[in-house]
């Protein structure tokens, strides 16, 4: 999954693997639907501004909402995989270097801040730490989607058009 | 012990360390090329830069850092600024680029002086395609230095893929430069108490290092100055007090540290001249905390 030696996780059941299975699918099919919206829009400059950036991103953000308008907390994070999700961040937390990760989990975590499927990472609320540890345990995700922590939620962001696609609630004990 | 500025007019060198090996301090005077706030060579024609970690925060002590390079840039031109990550903290709309970029660094950015940025664990993704940060729209690139046969390897130490640790492989091995310096947001030495030593990934990177003869590793994450005893006879650092601190984070028993400095922010300039690379690390209102000369690791003899 990355390059640094792969953290402890049980093997997964076949209910679990049928979800892990099903998320990747969502993800592929997003990046589908993500590459063809992009195609539509100008291309950045070679050296784009911050305002550039933003200009793109914005309107990337549009397109996606446009074509995702029903959109719905659950799309990525069903609730199979939310619970897949919540048994392998709990294991990394109840293991040797938990409490370690877990603290830089916090370290300038956002907090409760309020968040929507379908609109922007919110302006003023600072990007988590997401340990290696945790990485190395999820799913892996392409280029254009991350996974960041809001408070305990673990949300699925398109790093493209800085588009919150997903969420999951609760998946860190406080 | 710290040099006050006052005494960095008197414009120390160093004497040279063995290769492979590191000192630190200070050793007879030579001339340099004009009057400078730093104690380096200053020569004409070397490379020139500077490093810097952890400062988006768009708050005073930023600033004041800030200001502090371009003093120290009236005298000692770096062509360069490698940024070892988290470039900016919270936000990140047009308005903060401005704020906690490119308006405290403004004169070194009128003046030419490139800036090259790895990503931190707080940076969006978005920042590869910021201009100012010259990556290219990657993740992870390297680029050579304008001048004395420097390649520096940017790595993104958040997502230490495989792709990536691949690429790096590939690029190490076909780099023909004779410094080979690696920057990274993630530490695999350090002796902040918050976070530490990165040992999986030091697991995974060095043995790269090792075997390619990097010389040099300039790191942040940690908010603190710490340069680390040598390592395999590469000499790391964490410059991670560019804005952030955290005051009395680093470990005082440590056995990795040869100088630690965290009472104040900081930031390196670093000159390499041939075979040597002598560099200053430099707080917030001017003082000296650290100074020495890395010579170059090269390769081994079979």
């Known amino acids: ?174 | 012990m710290t040099l006050r500025r006052s005494l960095v007019t008197l414009c120390v060198a160093f004497s040279l360390a063995a290769p492979g090996g590191l000192v630190g301090g200070a050793a007879p005077a030579k001339p340099a090329a004009s009057k400078s706030l730093v104690t380096l060579p200053n020569h004409h024609g070397s490379l020139k830069f500077a490093v810097l970690g952890d400062f988006g925060t768009g708050d005073p002590p930023e600033y004041e850092v800030a200001a502090e390079m371009a003093k120290v840039f009236a005298g000692f031109k770096m062509a360069i600024v490698v940024l070892v990550g988290d470039n900016l903290y919270g936000a990140e709309r047009p308005q903060d680029f401005k704020r906690k970029f490119e308006d405290p660094y403004k004169p070194l950015l009128d003046a030419g002086v490139k800036f090259y940025a790895a990503l931190g664990n707080h940076d969006a993704r978005a920042q590869r395609n910021y201009k100012l940060f010259n990556m290219g729209g990657k993740l992870y690139y390297s680029f050579k230095a304008p001048n004395e046969g420097v390649r520096f390897f940017v790595l993104d130490s958040t997502y230490p893929v495989p792709e990536q640790i691949a690429w790096l492989e590939k690029e190490l091995k076909g780099s023909n430069e004779a410094w080979k310096i690696a920057v990274f947001h993630h530490p695999l030495y350090s002796s902040g108490t918050r976070h530490g030593s990165d040992v999986r990934l030091r697991e995974t990177l060095e043995p790269l290092f090792i075997k390619y003869n990097v010389s040099v590793v300039f790191t942040g994450h940690d908010h603190i100055y710490e340069r680390i005893k040598p390592q395999h006879d590469i000499a790391y650092f964490v410059a991670g007090s560019g804005g952030q601190l955290r005051p009395g984070n680093i470990d005082k028993v440590s056995d990795y540290t040869a100088k630690g400095f965290d009472t104040d922010r900081a930031f390196m300039v670093v000159e390499i001249a041939g075979d040597t690379m002598s560099f200053n690390a430099i707080s917030r209102l001017g003082e000296i905390v650290d100074s020495g000369v890395v010579v170059r690791r090269k390769p081994s003899t079979p």
Do not use: C, W
């Not at chain 1, 609109?119 to 003023?124: K, V």
């Open chain 1, 1 to 174: 999954m990355t390059g640094l030696p792969a953290a402890e996780a049980s093997p997964v059941s076949p209910a679990e693997a049928h979800a892990l299975e099903e998320f990747q699918e969502d993800v592929q099919k997003y990046l589908v639907l993500l590459g063809k919206l992009e195609a539509t829009l100008p291309k950045l400059p070679k050296k784009p501004t911050a305002e550039q950036i933003d200009g793109n991103q914005r309107a990337l953000g549009d397109l996606i909402r446009s074509a995702r308008s029903h959109a719905k907390p659950g799309e990525f994070f069903a609730p199979k995989m939310q619970a897949v999700v919540k048994r392998i961040l709990g294991e990394v937390l109840s293991g040797p270097d938990g409490a370690e990760v877990k603290a830089s989990i916090m370290d300038e975590n956002p907090g409760v801040a309020s968040i929507t499927v379908n609109e922007r990472y919110p302006a003023s609320v600072p990007l988590s730490t997401m340990p290696p540890q945790i990485l190395a345990a999820l799913p892996k995700l392409p280029q254009a989607l991350e996974y960041r922590f809001v408070g305990t939620r673990l949300i699925l962001l398109d790093t493209h058009a800085d588009i919150i696609l997903d969420f999951a609630e609760g998946v860190l004990a406080r």
